[in-house]
């Protein structure tokens, strides 16, 4: 009898301090440029998009500062830990980026690192930064929806 297959793990990697200091307008998916260590670190969920953002060169679009941790296996493969990656994406979709870069106070941040039918995929947003009291908002509406959350679980 043939034994249920094991329901595979998912990796994702999330930049949960973007959404909480930046405005996301509208999101793009594109693939990601990465070496083979790289690929088997994101897979154990080694990695880290904190401080870390999209910019255009040369009509393609890099990001700077994600951390991939150096793969413990990986000797002389390893590459640097926080170097510049290239990320796949449409023209259309690059013209697009880079029509919203040049608006003013607008920046591309990655908001998701993950994996699609075995190919590592990053989920970008544009991206307006938050005042201090926007800041302020998102704590107290969070704060309130769990004192909400608290009351009705206690009503049951």
Do not use: C
């Not at 094991?6 to 200091?21: L, P, S, Y």
């Not at 969920?45 to 060169?57: F, H, K, Q």
């Amino acid at each position: 009898m043939a034994t249920p297959k094991q329901a595979k793990k998912t990796v994702e990697i999330e930049n949960r301090k973007a959404r909480f200091d930046y405005h996301i307008d509208e999101t793009f998916e594109a693939g990601i440029v990465l070496k083979g260590t790289e690929v088997k670190s994101i897979r154990a969920g080694e990695a880290s998009l904190v401080d870390s953002y999209a910019w255009i060169r040369e009509d393609e679009v890099w990001v700077t500062g994600m951390y991939i941790k150096h793969y413990a296996q990986g000797s002389y493969a390893n590459v640097d830990e926080r170097r510049d990656r290239k990320l796949l994406l449409h023209k259309k979709e690059i013209a697009e980026i880079e029509k919203g870069i040049t608006r003013k106070g607008y920046t591309v941040v990655p908001l998701k690192l993950y994996f699609k039918t075995g190919k590592a995929k990053m989920l970008l947003g544009m991206a307006k930064g938050k005042k201090q009291y926007d800041k302020r908002e998102t704590i107290r509406a969070k704060d309130e929806q769990r004192d909400l959350d608290r009351k009705l679980k206690g009503a049951k």
